[in-house]
């Protein structure tokens, strides 16, 4: 990766420039007059190009069709820019922290060993032959008492959702993305404190998320929010999903329709300075 925040920046800036331009081919050299040119206008304090401050800072105008790739960056590594899947629970723990290919498993055979799964980490796809002596000694778990999470609730076990007709038919006259689906549903109604996790491996939450929407940029969001307004509908903002602080918690006693406004799939680098060294980059943007 970069090893500066203006490295970084620079980052961001050229994939800006590679995607916003589409087919057109844009030059990389410039003339010798306009080199000279611009080394005269250096020297003396000018500004070379009175509208280069303002296309860098409003890169919003251009970026509107552009959408996370991959690219490389100062350090000749290969930078990605992406955004979670709708269906979350195909890439995620669906009652846990991480992804669901990278995992402890714990083996026995003349005694107990512990590997770890998948290939993100550096530790992925080996066995760890002294961790489950430090786990047993450090810890002080015993391995012999385990019991394992329950499976996924199946589809008549997920609480019925409370849903609201009139905003049931804006949503889909507005062709934004929306499930019922109960496992979309039940991914959003919780954050990732110690109680709701056991919650998940262990029982139900009473109530969870009636309906799952997925705005595309910030336009939808305001229709949603005017959309709720108007029909008494709840809304709760689903990022990351991993808070700590039980905001995801869905109150057991409303007895409205409760919407989770699921933000991943607005990742767009909206807008870059590299002078003052900030950005504008929508709320479903991930780092990796």
């Given at each position: 990766?970069?090893?500066?925040?203006?490295?970084?920046?620079?980052?961001?800036?050229?994939?800006?420039?590679s995607h916003?331009?589409?087919?057109?081919?844009q030059?990389?050299?410039?003339?010798?007059?306009?080199?000279?040119?611009?080394?005269?206008?250096?020297?003396?304090?000018?500004?070379?190009?009175?509208?280069?401050?303002?296309?860098?800072?409003?890169?919003?105008f251009?970026?509107?069709?552009?959408?996370?790739?991959?690219g490389?960056?100062?350090?000749?590594?290969?930078?990605?820019?992406?955004?979670?899947?709708?269906?979350?629970?195909?890439l995620?723990?669906?009652?846990?922290w991480?992804?669901?290919?990278s995992?402890?498993?714990?083996?026995?055979?003349?005694?107990?060993?512990?590997?770890?799964?998948?290939?993100?980490?550096?530790?992925g796809?080996?066995?760890?032959?002294?961790?489950?002596?430090?786990?047993?000694?450090?810890?002080?778990?015993?391995?012999?008492d385990?019991?394992?999470?329950?499976?996924?609730?199946?589809?008549?076990?997920?609480?019925?959702?409370?849903?609201?007709?009139?905003?049931m038919?804006?949503?889909?006259?507005?062709?934004?993305?929306?499930?019922?689906?109960g496992?979309?549903?039940?991914?959003?109604?919780?954050?990732?404190?110690?109680?709701?996790?056991?919650t998940?491996?262990?029982?139900?939450?009473?109530?969870?998320?009636?309906?799952?929407?997925?705005p595309?940029?910030?336009?939808?969001?305001?229709?949603?929010?005017?959309?709720?307004?108007?029909h008494?509908?709840?809304?709760?903002?689903?990022?990351g999903?991993?808070?700590?602080s039980?905001?995801?918690?869905?109150?057991e006693?409303?007895?409205?329709?409760?919407?989770?406004?699921?933000?991943?799939?607005m990742?767009?680098i909206?807008?870059?300075?590299?002078?003052?060294?900030?950005?504008?980059?929508?709320?479903?943007?991930?780092?990796?």
């Open positions: 990766m970069a090893s500066s925040a203006r490295g970084r920046l620079c980052v961001i800036q050229r994939h800006l420039t916003n331009a589409g087919s057109v081919h030059e990389d050299t410039k003339s010798s007059n306009d080199i000279a040119d611009n080394g005269r206008a250096q020297e003396e304090g000018h500004v070379i190009d009175a509208n280069t401050d303002e296309k860098r800072r409003n890169v919003a251009v970026a509107a069709s552009w959408r996370p790739t991959s490389s960056d100062d350090d000749g590594k290969e930078v990605v820019l992406q955004t979670l899947p709708k269906r979350r629970q195909e995620l723990k669906w009652n846990g991480g992804y669901r290919d995992k402890f498993t714990v083996h026995k055979e003349k005694d107990y060993y512990v590997a770890f799964t998948g290939n993100r980490y550096k530790i796809n080996m066995v760890l032959p002294h961790f489950a002596q430090w786990v047993r000694d450090t810890l002080g778990v015993n391995f012999e385990c019991t394992p999470p329950q499976e996924p609730p199946l589809p008549h076990q997920f609480p019925e959702p409370v849903l609201q007709q009139d905003f038919s804006e949503v889909e006259t507005q062709g934004i993305a929306h499930s019922l689906d496992e979309d549903r039940l991914f959003r109604a919780h954050g990732h404190t110690l109680a709701e996790i056991f998940l491996r262990e029982g139900m939450f009473p109530r969870i998320p009636d309906l799952v929407v997925w595309n940029n910030h336009s939808e969001v305001e229709k949603l929010v005017k959309m709720a307004s108007r008494c509908v709840v809304l709760i903002p689903f990022g999903g991993t808070s700590v039980g905001a995801l918690l869905c109150p006693e409303e007895s409205r329709m409760i919407v989770s406004l699921d933000t991943s799939q990742c767009r909206l807008w870059v300075d590299d002078k003052n060294l900030t950005a504008r980059i929508e709320s479903g943007s991930s780092g990796s």
